[in-house]
């Protein structure tokens, strides 16, 4: 074997020019696809951050059925305080929890004595909120960005609304909601903050602390509507929202069916689409490359055949078995995959390295000063590599096979 | 003893829907260690004559036999591994590999058709190189010497794997007539040395006087076979 790989060297060696060109076109290509893949990693990472870190979280647990209808807030799909208390036990056994935060959320009339418009609000714990979704700070364009995020009393209103009810921070203003009974109860708050928008759901919600919100809708008991929760690793994702809807599946009602339900952030956003987007990216990415490797390499054997098809006849004849000038003619494409693609990873990383070096920042959304930082895991490398290395030896194999079932005879006559 | 053996041996090429015949009847017998030239003008069949030998081409019909197996029976895999055993190949056009030096080329059959270990191919490797007066070029590419002594690498290259057979197809024909003689001596010394068999094809009527045996081939008919005193003489 190690002598097929020196003659099939060689034979490289022998067409420089164009074992270079097919090489460099290789090479381009897995620097490209890694690259994409890296570039196109970050911005995916950072666009994720914005919906789980400044509104969703990575996955929010709710009653059944209260997705399909979360349009309406329904009160009557609340948590009582029992089916919490159990939601919090499995959340606290499991490490990879980082934080968690209980909602309650309504509709509500919001008013500022001289003029109502209609508003979504989330009562929420303000230390647990800002530990499960951390970039709520920095969602505020007006007012304190210190903790406390909420004192009872206070209300943090969109941007949209406080621009077209002319709010002000500190003015007084009047949440109006009706409650699971059709009471109506209104309750006075001061404007501690304005927020930007955020992209996506809850977007452009106010919130209030929750014990003000449990007040206003008169609830007789501690209810929650939805429980946020961040990840300390968002890779796990898929695999806490198995254990968690394998561990809930426990919480049942009296018929003994499952209560609850577990969404991932990708399930509640539609942004979840472009995220998909991206994926579906890379993949045309990567077949392109697959193509460009497939074309180079096949022509180069196609021709490499072609040129030397009275030298595959002399080797034929002098007994060189079939399965031998098959394998010389597919170590020659393997051996140009392999050196593309060792090329092409060594430089991809030199530059994914120099770009960690460079630190470009850039804003994006609510997120300021956001740090590009592309990266590959080695599952991507491995991937890529083998794809190329394999792309190049399917493209060798046909004109391989034809150089391994060539006629001596007729070979040696060809001129 | 008999090396080959052809009894009615016949060979047509089909051109569509034409029939051409190459090779219409013939027999023959060689005798091993023999110097053997087949001879006749262009298209009489000696080519085809030296590929069926060579087990390149198969008979139409009639029975071949080399080394005592019947080589129309075999199939392309075994055939391969029969010329790689028994036969080696010298060409008009020297055909050595481009990429590989003196010695390589001489080595090639030794590792890619019978994987010699190292120790054996390098002594059997520099006693050829010297055999045929290539010693001192073993490290020079084909490009870098004369059409001689590509031919003298060729016949060691033939030689490389011990071969029974040695087939040259007009190994003389691009080479000038002093060289043409070399070669052809060269080739007789081997067969003095090794005993090995040398089937050779040639319509340069001095070169057929090299040779111990005639074959003449005249439209794909064999007329005689002239068997020269001086064969009978070294055979004796």
Known sequence: MLNVLKIALRNLARYGRRTLLTSTLITLGVVAVLLFIGIAGSFKALMIGQFTDGVLGNLEVHRKGYVASIDSLPLNLNMPPAMVQKVEQVLDKMPQIDAYSERVKFGAMFSNFTETTSIRINGVVPAKEAATIPLMPGRLIEGSKQPPLLRPGEILIPKLLAQGLKVKLGDTVVLVATNLQGSVNGKTFVVRGILDSASGPSGRDGYIDINDARSLLRMTQPEVSEIAIRLKDPAQLDQVDAQLGRDLAGVTNQQGKPVLEVHTWAELSPFSSIVKMIDLLTLFIKIMLVSIVLVSVLNVMIMAVYERIREIGTIAAIGTPPARILSLFLTEGLLLGVGGTALGTAISLAVIYALHLRKIVFNFGMQQGLVLAPSVSVRDVVVIAAMVVLMALLASLQPAWKASRMDPVRALSHV | ?236
């Open chain 2, 1 to 236: 003893m008999q090396l080959i053996r052809a009894e009615q041996l016949v060979k047509t090429y089909r051109a569509g829907e034409v029939e051409v015949p190459a090779v219409k009847g013939v027999d023959f017998t060689i005798d091993a260690k023999s110097f053997v030239a087949f001879v006749g003008p262009s298209g009489s069949g000696k080519t085809t004559l030296l590929n069926m030998i060579g087990c390149l081409d198969h008979p139409t019909s009639g029975k071949l036999t080399v080394l005592d197996t019947d080589v129309a029976s075999l199939d392309r895999r075994a055939a391969a591994n029969f010329r790689g055993q028994h036969m080696g190949f010298v060409f008009q056009d020297f055909n050595l590999i481009p990429v590989l030096s003196v010695y390589e080329n001489i080595e090639y059959p030794l590792i890619m058709v019978q994987n010699w270990p190292e120790q054996k191919r390098r002594a059997q490797i520099t006693r050829l190189l010297e055999a045929v007066g290539m010693a001192g070029q073993a490290n020079k590419r084909p490009d870098q010497i004369s059409g001689g002594q590509k031919q003298r690498v060729a016949v060691a290259r033939a030689l490389a794997t011990n071969a029974k057979l040695v087939l040259a197809d007009e190994p003389t024909a691009n080479l000038d007539h002093d060289t043409a003689y070399q070669v052809l001596g060269l080739m007789k010394k081997m067969r003095d040395e090794l005993g090995t068999t040398f089937l050779f094809s040639t319509h340069d009527p001095k070169i057929m006087a090299e040779a111990e045996v005639l074959f003449t081939l005249e439209d794909g008919r064999l007329n005689n076979a002239t068997v020269a005193a001086k064969a009978e003489a070294a055979h004796a």
